[in-house]
């Protein structure tokens, strides 16, 4: 089944304690981004992929890294995590010659 | 850049009314544009999309037509269901990107039986 995973989908922590959110596409998609969602500001793109070792900022990259260093994975790293990073996050793929993109489950992360 | 403007919710609806969310946008040239629907406790799914003026996306008894005189793509449904309650984002790729997209802030839909 052709899917995007997402672990863990839901994590409490506290405050500067560095965590990872995988994210992990079976579709060989060459891109991928991860967004976080909060009410009433929608989705917003955190940082996106084009293909391996390629990377780039989204809208709010701040206080995130991620690496690409294989084309099913797109980890997300929080270094040094703060309650305003608390949100709902959403790891996506696509072709890049095609639009749809495909949606992980989400993780929602609490940070304390 | 390229942006879009949907209607704020939240919209409440008893079952099998008639539904419209609306969805305005601004785009350079005639990107293809897209409505996602995010169930509860779920990721973003395609829903359905058109990609090109005039050209009506279907879907689940959901339909969008693409009105570049008026750069609309308002979402409608003639007869909701309890299933339909969720969250409704409409979207297009930011200029000078065929995958990169821009969202609304989407609209949650609740429909009571």
């Known amino acids: 089944e052709a899917q995007v995973t997402q672990n863990p989908r839901y994590l409490i922590t506290v405050t500067g304690k560095k965590l990872t959110v995988t994210c992990s596409q079976n579709m060989n998609h060459e891109y991928m981004s991860w967004y976080r969602q909060d009410p009433g500001l929608g989705l917003r793109q955190i940082y996106y992929?084009?293909?391996?070792?390629?990377?780039d900022k989204g809208d709010v990259p701040e206080g995130y890294k991620v690496s690409r260093k294989e084309k099913r994975n797109f980890p997300l790293i929080l270094e040094s995590p703060s309650p305003n990073q608390t949100s709902l996050y959403f790891c996506a793929s696509s072709q890049v010659r095609g639009s749809e993109q495909f949606f992980g489950p989400g993780t929602r992360l609490t940070v304390l | 850049g390229n942006s879009v403007t949907q209607m704020e919710g939240p919209v409440t609806l008893s079952e099998e009314a008639f539904l419209t969310i609306n969805c305005t946008y601004t785009?350079?040239?005639?990107?293809?544009l897209f409505w996602y629907v995010q169930y509860p406790g779920e990721g973003l799914q395609l829903l359905l999309k058109?990609?090109?003026?005039?050209d009506k996306g279907s879907n689940k008894g959901f339909e969008a037509t693409y009105r570049k005189e008026t750069t609309s793509f308002h979402l409608e449904k003639g007869s909701v269901q309890v299933s339909d309650s969720a969250v409704y984002f409409c979207?297009?790729?930011?200029?000078?990107?065929?995958?990169?997209?821009?969202f609304g802030k989407g609209t949650l839909l609740t429909v009571n039986p």
């Open positions: 992929s084009m293909n391996v070792e390629v990377t």
């Open positions: 785009a350079t040239g005639y990107p293809s």
């Open positions: 979207a297009l790729p930011e200029r000078g990107s065929n995958y990169k997209l821009t």
């Open positions: 058109a990609t090109k003026a005039d």
